[in-house]
């Protein structure tokens, strides 16, 4: 049985600079992990270092589990040392000083309650062992990440914190970490806030997502349904797309397929390492989606899922629309021409067929 | 005692070196403690009188030595209101004692202290502050743990350069401190007085020395230096 998750977090802030004010009111769950995600100067990071209390000029309130962190009404204010916080910077931010090991150990022997993360397993979940007794200036860059995700968690935070963690990482370091986030979003039990402007990372790691432009709140909510709505931004638009969790259904050998179970229907993909049974993540753009009438005979596309219209709306250009359909579900968004549209009648309410022409699998 | 293995240098030679050692000595621990704090808030402060603060700390390395002398003598003088102040106390006059010429000194090779110092605070920069608080480290416990390890080669050099400069002075500690044997005659004063008796074999002694001990100061400050941005 799913447990409604209770709002642990309500974070109420205004901060204002020259030429940019972040105005935001929003309750986060207290476990799962959260993604910031807009743009860039969006206010995201502002927010997190707000939630982490770095901005001292923060105006605002806030709660956790039952603990006021700010009150800038009542004068209250819990300096950074003192919330059970830990917290990822963007760009590796290790001490030069000490040695991985000692960096570990920082946090580690500030905190004097129980450890509920051992440094055992933080070092095992990064899998940084053979790293302790390096000088952070003989690590990689996506070694010196790793060692500050792992510093984070032996502090056993009440909520961890990442800014944009792979965002100064090449291509081939980002997919060396994020295996270990995503074991961290399978077995850590606290609540996570991660800041990204990249899709297919939030599409990967996030359970809810909270969109920002321009210093405020656009959207919050679960991933599938806030990617899955139509009236996000037009900058969000041009890269629509949902997200799909499926289980490995079946191997087939002869043609090196795998086949990906998912309430409303399956897609076949080129075989996949893991077993059957085991989870994934996988993102349809609505580029990627063409509808028809019938079920089409006689093409080389063979996802092709019946689905019904519930919306359309305008995309990021007028030549496109955007349509949301429900495929036993699942949400489907595609991305076609009004001339389509037109063409094809497609109105809500509609049986219509998809074609999933691409599929982005996530990890 | 010394003066057999240098028959050229008196025992007054020694004297004023080893007074000159003293003084420097006493004048860079003094520093380092006056200097940490002025520059700490010079490296973090957005206050408007940062400018202020930073031009007063900086005023030694463009002034005439007699100028700062001439003031710090009225100030200390039975008159001046640290004058009084010290006579209140109890422990009379400074001008024309030790303690004189360290508090003159202090002021005089403040700024050697306080710059590099600021320098490696700010180049330390916000991060690794806000890294050490979302690790739970208090304040203080930042400064002792994070700021001092990171800043430690500037501190080196600023108590190298608050040494040497200290050893080198002449105009503040004449005007301060005048001129008497084992309390207040250092080697720069020493040397200005065999070059007034003509007595030029001491005076290329203590001279050559003192060019032989800055040359080898400023070179470890600079090979240290290039060492270190080699890393």
């Known amino acids: ?25 929003l309750d986060l769950p207290g476990r799962g992990v959260t993604a910031l995600f807009g743009h860039s100067g969006s206010g995201k990071t502002t927010l997190l270092r707000c939630l982490a209390g770095l901005e001292r000029n923060s105006n605002g309130f806030l709660h956790f589990k039952g603990e006021i962190w700010q009150d800038s009404e009542r004068g209250v204010f819990l300096p950074t040392y003192q919330r059970p916080i830990g917290y990822v910077f963007q760009e590796a931010s290790l001490f030069p000083h000490l040695s991985v090991r000692k960096n570990l150990d920082y946090g580690r022997k ?66 060396e970490i994020l295996p270990y986030l995503e074991r961290l979003h ?73 086949r990906l179970d998912f309430p409303g229907g399956s897609v076949v993909v080129a075989r996949r390492p893991e077993t059957i049974g085991r989870r994934l993540r996988f993102r ?9 009438l019938t079920r089409a005979e006689g093409t080389s596309i063979s996802n092709l899922l019946p ?30 021409t ?12 509609k049986p219509m067929w998809a074609q999933i022409k691409a599929v982005a699998l996530l990890g | 005692m010394f003066g057999e293995f240098h028959p050229a240098l008196g025992n007054a030679d020694w004297a004023a070196v080893w007074l000159t050692f003293r003084l420097a000595s006493v004048v860079t621990v003094i520093l380092m403690f006056v200097g940490t704090p002025i520059a700490w808030w010079l490296a973090r402060t ?92 208090s304040p203080w416990d930042t400064f002792f743990t994070v700021v001092l390890p990171l800043a430690k080669p500037g501190f080196i050099t600023a108590a190298i350069l608050g040494f040497a400069h200290t050893v080198g002075e002449f105009g503040v500690v004449l005007m301060i401190g005048g001129n008497i044997p084992e309390k207040t005659r250092v080697v ?13 074999t001491e005076a290329h002694i203590l001279a050559g020395g003192m060019l032989l001990f800055s040359f080898l100061v400023l070179l470890g400050l600079y090979s240290r230096k290039a060492a270190t941005s080699w890393k």
């Open chain 1, 1 to 25: 049985m799913e447990m409604m998750v209770l709002p642990a977090i309500h974070a109420q802030f205004q901060v204002i600079w020259p030429g940019f004010t972040l105005d935001v009111d």
């Open chain 1, 110 to 175: 500030r905190v004097n309650s129980g450890h509920k993360v051992s440094l055992d397993h933080a070092v095992e979940l990064l899998g940084i062992g053979h790293l302790l007794g390096r000088m952070p200036d003989r690590l990689s860059g996506g070694e010196r990440q790793r060692v500050a995700i792992a510093r984070a968690l032996a502090t056993s935070p009440e909520l961890l914190l990442m800014d944009e963690p792979l965002a100064a990482l090449d291509l081939k370091r980002k997919n």
């Open chain 1, 186 to 258: 399978d077995e850590l039990e606290i609540p996570v806030c991660y800041v990204s402007h990249s899709p297919d990372e939030v599409a990967r790691l996030a359970d809810q997502v909270v969109l920002l432009a321009e210093g405020r709140v656009i959207v919050t909510g679960g991933l599938r349904e806030t990617l899955a709505r139509l009236d996000l931004p037009t900058a969000f638009t041009e890269d629509a797309g949902v997200v799909i969790e499926a289980v490995v259904a079946d191997h087939d050998e002869a043609y090196h397929l795998t």
């Open chain 1, 284 to 292: 349809v753009h609505a580029r990627d989606v063409s509808l028809t």
């Open chain 1, 307 to 336: 689905a019904t219209v519930m919306e359309v709306a305008d995309a990021d250009t007028p030549a496109h629309v955007l349509v949301r359909l429900d495929a036993g579900g699942t949400p489907i968004i595609a991305r076609i």
């Open chain 1, 338 to 349: 009004r001339r389509s549209l037109d063409h094809l009648g497609v109105t809500p309410g």
């Open chain 2, 46 to 137: 957005r206050s408007k009188w940062k400018g202020v603060v930073g031009a007063v700390v900086a005023l030694p390395l463009v002034l005439p030595p007699t100028v700062l002398g001439f003031y710090l003598l009225v100030a200390m003088g039975p008159y001046g209101p640290v004058g009084q102040f010290t006579q209140w106390l109890g422990i009379g006059l400074l001008p024309f004692t030790f303690p004189g010429l360290v508090v003159a000194s202090v002021f005089y090779s403040l700024p050697f202290v306080v710059q590099p110092v600021q320098n490696a605070f700010e180049a330390i920069g916000p991060r690794p502050l806000e890294v050490a608080a979302t690790l739970r480290a």
């Open chain 2, 188 to 200: 720069s004063v020493a040397i200005y007085d065999h070059v007034e008796a003509l007595e030029y």
